[in-house]
């Protein structure tokens, strides 16, 4: 298949509910070699033949569409978080440098927005060996939830070394950054984005024993936007119901006891009782 216009693609989901909940929590997959050494090959000389930022032409090339782009287990992934009849990228970015060089800035890319809605995914493919030499993107897990801070700058963060043909799936508002590389050559990195063109439902992989009220949404501070993720990517937010502090979905809300506050609902009670702080059997909350 060649890329010459918007074009919609179905496949089957693979990612279960635990899954889907972690893309949630850290905004990242990883993919590690699944792109078969010829596909890498012929892409690097394709990059050396076209050394520009954005090689779009490459989506003339049905070799790289059907392997890159199309690869199966990327797809895969994309369907599941993205829905049924995804958009295909129209877009390249080739971020090739000569090394050594210095890291990058850490960013996320243009027009990011944060909050719940997973609108578009953005894939990183190396063609080629990315050693620590070599200055694999670094990238910073649950940075994608909410707007970030400079003074993040000193933070390290999780470095994508990877061999040839691996793929990387983020959540597109991802803070990320090329890290510093030390060896002497060429380096590419191929990015794009695959886009929803459906609204959201729980068509991904269901697990029969998933309790929405018991999973882990993590502690303070992302608790409550991990689930607001995870609910709006079931197509259920009107579900979701918290007061913040100490309620669900705050972790230590978890805690030992047959008192179920902080519990999703299906139903739209007048004055929710599921984002009530949790409190010991027998005891009042005052
Ligand atoms: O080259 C890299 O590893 C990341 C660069 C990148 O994604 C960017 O500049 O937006």
Not at 37 to 66: K, Y
Not at 128 to 143: F, K
Request: aromatic content about 10%; charged content about 20%; hydrophobic content about 35%.
């Amino acid at each position: 298949m060649k890329i010459s216009a918007r074009t919609a693609y179905d496949c089957d989901p693979v990612l279960t509910d635990s899954q889907v909940l972690d893309f949630c929590r850290t905004g990242f997959i990883m993919l590690e070699g699944v792109v078969s050494t010829e596909i890498n090959l012929r892409t690097v000389s394709f990059l050396e033949e076209h050394p520009q930022g954005e090689p779009t032409a490459i989506f003339a090339e049905e070799w790289f569409v059907d392997n890159v782009i199309l690869n199966a287990q990327t797809t895969g992934i994309v369907r599941s978080l993205l829905g049924p009849g995804f958009g295909l990228p129209i877009l390249i970015s080739n971020h090739r440098v000569q090394c050594p060089m210095g890291a990058q800035n850490w960013h996320h890319d243009g027009d990011s927005n944060f909050g719940p809605e997973v609108h578009y995914l953005q894939v990183f493919y190396y063609p080629q060996d990315t050693p620590m030499e070599l200055g694999p993107t670094e990238v910073l897990p649950g940075s994608h939830l909410s707007q970030t801070q400079r003074e993040i700058d000193d933070q390290c963060g999780l470095l994508t070394a990877a061999p040839a043909g691996s793929i990387f799936v983020t959540a597109y508002p991802i803070l990320h950054r090329r890290s510093r590389s030390t060896a002497s050559a060429t380096r590419n990195m191929l990015k794009y984005s695959y886009w929803r063109l459906m609204h959201p439902d729980r068509d991904w992989i269901a697990e029969a024993d998933f309790d929405f009220h018991g999973a882990d949404y993590g502690g303070h501070g992302s608790a409550r936007s991990i689930a607001q993720m995870f609910f709006w990517l079931s197509g259920k937010e009107d579900a979701l119901r918290t007061i913040g502090g100490q309620a669900w979905p705050y972790s230590g809300s978890r805690a030992k006891t047959s008192v179920k506050t902080g519990t999703p609902t299906y139903t739209r009670p007048k004055m929710s009782p599921i984002a009530l702080p949790i409190v010991k059997q027998g005891q009042r909350h005052e």
